[in-house]
C-alpha cells in the first residue's frame, strides 16, 4: 500500500476551515446556487414593488421588511442547496466517517450560508436604493451590522433545519415550514434595524435592535453547535 | 496505519447485534467474532443484510439491539477512534460530483491530517489508473473511473480494517484483477478485510473466512 501517514488528526477550527473551503470550492466551480439566488431575491424586490403600486411613501417605509423577506426566501434556496450536494453520493456520510467533527461540518456549513446570505444582501442594497428610492442616513457601518448579525442570524438554525430536512422527501416544503416561524425574532430586528439605517434614528432604537440579533445570534449558534452532532448522527 | 489489532483482540465481534427499518429487521440478533489477521468473506443474496452489516460495522449506522466491537473499541461509544481505523468502499460513492479527483481526494487528505496531500493524492490516482483525469470533475466519470476513485479514497485512510461492498462491481476485467491487487495488498500491509460480493470464487480465493447471511441472520453456506 502507498506509504499515506496521517500526521494527527486535525483541530475542530481546522476541520471547519478544510470543509468549509471544499464547500467554496463548489460552489466557485458552479456558480449555481449564487446566480440563483441573486435573481430570485431580485425579483422578489421587483415584485413587491409592483405588487405595492406607485406609492413610493410605502415603498420608502417598509424597504427595510422588503430586502429581508426577500433574503429570507432566498435562504430557503440556499439552505437546501448546501446539503443537496452533501446527500448526493452519500457525501456527508463520507466526511462523518473520514471523521471529521459534526461541531466543524454545522460551523463550516453555516458559515458558509452566512456569507452567500451576506454577498446576496450587499448585491441587493443597491437595488433595494434603486428600486424603492430610499438612501442610507445614519451610515453604512450600521447597515453593514445589520447585514451581518441579519445573515449569520438567518444561517444558524437554518443549517440545522436544512441538515433535519435534507433527507426528506418533501423537503422542499419542509424547511420553511420549520425554519420560518423560528427566525420571527430576527428578521423583525433585522428590518426594524434596516429600516431605522434608512429613515434614521432619532430615538436612538437602532443599538437595541441589534442587541437583540446578537442575543438570537448567540443562542442559535450555541444550540446549532450542541445539538448538531445528534440531527446528522442520529 | 494504525497498528493491527493484537492476537488475542478479535479484528470484528458482533454480539447479539439486529437492526431494524421500520417494521423490517435487516439483521436479527447476528453473534460472529472475525479473529485479528483473518479476512472475512461476506455472502448473501440480495436484501440479505450485508449491506446494512457494513455500514453497522463503519459506524455509518447504530444497531437497534446488541454491540459491535471493532478492533476491541464499542463501535457505539468510541465512535470517533473506530472510525479512525475502519474504511468503507460502499454502492455510494462518497465523492463530490463537482470537485475533481485530485481535489476529492485533497479534502480527505486534509481532514486526515495527511502530510502533503496533493503528493499523496497524486500518487493514488496513479495507482488506480486515473492520473491521465486528475483533473477532471467527478461528474463527467464513468461507473467504473468513480469506483476507482472511491478504492483511491479508501486507501488514503490506510484502514487498520477495510470494508469493502461490492468492490467488484462496475469494474471492467482488468479493474477486477487491479481490484484483486489492492486487497491482496491491504492484507499483505496488515490491514484487515471484510468483503461483500457475490463472485464467491473470487472472494473465497481472497479471504479465509466466510460468513453467509440469510434474511438477517447468519447460516451456514
Redesign the interface.
Known amino acids: 500500500m502507498s506509504a499515506v501517514k496521517p500526521k494527527r488528526a486535525p483541530g475542530l477550527l481546522k476541520t471547519t476551515l478544510v470543509l468549509m473551503r471544499k464547500d467554496l470550492l463548489i460552489e466557485w466551480r458552479t456558480r449555481a446556487r449564487l446566480n440563483a439566488l441573486i435573481f430570485f431575491a431580485m425579483a422578489t424586490l421587483l415584485l413587491f414593488s409592483f405588487a405595492l403600486g406607485p406609492d413610493t411613501k410605502l415603498l420608502e417605509r417598509n424597504a427595510g421588511g422588503y430586502l429581508w423577506l426577500a433574503i429570507l426566501f432566498a435562504s430557503v434556496l440556499s439552505l437546501g442547496e448546501s446539503f443537496r450536494v452533501e446527500t448526493e453520493n452519500a457525501c456527508l456520510d463520507g466526511v462523518r466517517l473520514a471523521p471529521a467533527d459534526a461541531r466543524a461540518i454545522f460551523l463550516s456549513k453555516a458559515l458558509g450560508n452566512a456569507l452567500l446570505l451576506l454577498a446576496l444582501a450587499v448585491v441587493l442594497v443597491p437595488v433595494m436604493v434603486a428600486l424603492y428610492g430610499v438612501r442610507i442616513v445614519t451610515g453604512v457601518g450600521d447597515l453593514a451590522g445589520i447585514l451581518v448579525l441579519g445573515s449569520l442570524a438567518l444561517s444558524a438554525p437554518g443549517t440545522v433545519y436544512a441538515a433535519i430536512s435534507s433527507n426528506a422527501r418533501a423537503r422542499d416544503v419542509l424547511l420553511p415550514l420549520l425554519l420560518f416561524p423560528l427566525v420571527i425574532p430576527a428578521l423583525l430586528s433585522a428590518a426594524k434595524g434596516t429600516t431605522l439605517v434608512l429613515q434614521g434614528d432619532p430615538m436612538q432604537q437602532l443599538g437595541s435592535w441589534q442587541g437583540l440579533l446578537l442575543g438570537f445570534n448567540l443562542i442559535y449558534w450555541g444550540v446549532g453547535f450542541l445539538l448538531f452532532p445528534r440531527v446528522i448522527e442520529d | 496505519?494504525p497498528p493491527p489489532p493484537s492476537g488475542s483482540t478479535p479484528a470484528l465481534a458482533l454480539h447479539d447485534v439486529s437492526k431494524r427499518y421500520g417494521r423490517r429487521w435487516a439483521l436479527a440478533r447476528l453473534t460472529y467474532t472475525l479473529p485479528a489477521g483473518r479476512s472475512l468473506l461476506l455472502t448473501g443474496h440480495n436484501g440479505s443484510g450485508k449491506t446494512t452489516l457494513l455500514r453497522l460495522v463503519?459506524?455509518?449506522l447504530?444497531p437497534t439491539a446488541g454491540r459491535v466491537e471493532v478492533l476491541g473499541r464499542d463501535a457505539v461509544t468510541d465512535?470517533?477512534a473506530v472510525?479512525?481505523d475502519?474504511?468503507?468502499l460502499?454502492h455510494?460513492?462518497?465523492?463530490?460530483?463537482?470537485?475533481t479527483a485530485q481535489?476529492n481526494l485533497m479534502?480527505?487528505g486534509?481532514?486526515?491530517?495527511?502530510?502533503a496531500p496533493q503528493d499523496?493524492a497524486d500518487?493514488?490516482l496513479n495507482?488506480v489508473g486515473l492520473t491521465r483525469r486528475t483533473d477532471s470533475?467527478v461528474r463527467g466519470f464513468s461507473a467504473g473511473m468513480r469506483k476507482r476513485l472511491a478504492i483511491a479514497?479508501l486507501?488514503?485512510?490506510?484502514p487498520a480494517l477495510a470494508l469493502l461492498d461490492e468492490p467488484f462491481g462496475e469494474l471492467d476485467p482488468a479493474g477486477i484483477q487491479d481490484m484483486e491487487g489492492v486487497i491482496a495488498?491491504?492484507k499483505a500491509?496488515g490491514?484487515t478485510v471484510v468483503l461483500a460480493t457475490h463472485l464467491i470464487e473470487q472472494g473465497l480465493s481472497l479471504c479465509e473466512e466466510r460468513l453467509h447471511l440469510q434474511d438477517g441472520r447468519a447460516v451456514a453456506a
Request: glycine fraction near 6%.
Open positions: 496505519m463503519a459506524t455509518a447504530g465512535r470517533e472510525r479512525r475502519v474504511a468503507l460502499s455510494a460513492s462518497f465523492l463530490y460530483e463537482d470537485l481535489q479534502v480527505l486534509r481532514l486526515l491530517g495527511v502530510d499523496v500518487a493514488l495507482k470533475p479514497r486507501l488514503m485512510k490506510a495488498e491491504l500491509g490491514t
